[in-house]
Nanobody, 118 residues
Framework: QVQLAESGGGLVQPGGSLTLSCATS????????MGWYRQAPGKQRELVAT???????NYAESVKGRFTISGDNVQKTVNLQMNSLKPEDTAIYYC????????????WGQGTQVTVSL
């Protein structure tokens, strides 16, 4: 089973920045959309940002203006630049790549911890 390789998490003070990276060298299907999700303790997983194969992006309202998603469909990479981090951004972040169209398949990263604290 293919698991995406994910890295870049860590501990940062409020107002700081982190960049998350995700990629796979394995053969997967044609990419539909790539994205990042996060899950904090006691909360449901939520979508943070997506980037579609045509380049269109989507962000959760809570991160607009602070986070930037980028990716490369050929290299099979997706990144998340996080600026002006807040304590409420603390969560495990998971990358996702969805392939296919009529019958999509989701690949996931192992998760990387982001902790924003004084």
């Amino acid at each position: 089973q293919v698991q995406l390789a994910e890295s870049g998490g860590g501990l940062v003070q409020p107002g700081g920045s982190l960049t998350l990276s995700c990629a796979t060298s394995e053969s997967i299907g044609r990419i539909n959309v790539m994205g990042w999700y996060r899950q904090a303790p006691g909360k449901q997983r939520e979508l943070v940002a997506t980037i579609h194969s045509n380049g269109a992006t989507n962000y959760a309202e809570s991160v607009k203006g602070r986070f930037t998603i980028s990716g490369d469909n050929v290299q099979k990479t997706v990144n998340l630049q996080m600026n002006s981090l807040k304590p409420e951004d603390t969560a495990i972040y998971y990358c996702n790549i969805r392939t296919g169209w009529l019958n999509p398949f989701d690949y996931w990263g192992q998760g990387t911890q982001v902790t924003v604290s004084l």
